[in-house]
């Protein structure tokens, strides 16, 4: 694996995240998100975006929103062909260290029941807080719950 550069992204990123999001999320559970979702909410305040980049070409992301002293992980996604390489905890770290640099005490997730990415958050110290009971819905009208999970900053 060569070197995972971090930088901002925004709107002209978004094919670029429509391909990771295409690689990463499973259109069975209803994961991914629009691109005009992604676009609309980059212009609301306290929304960043961080892109995983290696050899320039981005291979990851990580949507992240901030209001007062809370924040919330949008949204992370990693391209399947560099998976287990480190770029998904790299991104986490970097959501971390934004989130601390901003004052926000607490940061929270939702993510999808039995998705691998949990043993991500539980290294980051995130716990399991709650149920949202059929929260994702895919294309053929199968729900599936979320987890919803927090970990304390200070």
């Known amino acids: 694996m060569r070197l ?28 991914a998100w ?49 998976a287990r390489t480190g770029v998904g905890a790299t991104l986490l770290r970097s959501v971390i260290g934004e989130c601390r640099a901003r004052g926000v005490r607490r940061l929270h997730l939702e993510v999808r029941a039995n998705n691998p990415a949990v043993a991500l958050y539980a290294a980051h110290g995130f716990r399991r807080e709650g149920v949202r009971r059929h929260y994702y819905r895919s294309r053929a009208g199968e729900t599936f719950d979320a987890h919803t999970y927090a970990v304390a900053l200070d």
Not at 14 to 23: K, L, P, S, T
Not at 45 to 69: N, Q, Y
Request: hydrophobic content about 55%.
């Open 34 to 82: 629009t691109r005009g979702q992604v676009v609309g909410i980059l212009a609301m305040p306290g929304v960043w975006m961080t892109l995983a980049r290696v050899d320039e070409r981005v291979v990851g992301f990580a949507l992240s929103r901030a209001i007062m002293d809370e924040a919330e992980l949008l949204l992370i996604a990693v391209d399947p062909a560099v």
């Open 4 to 31: 995972i550069e971090l930088v901002a992204g925004g709107g002209a990123d978004a094919e670029a995240i429509d391909r990771v999001m295409a690689a990463a999320f499973d259109p069975r559970y209803g994961e």
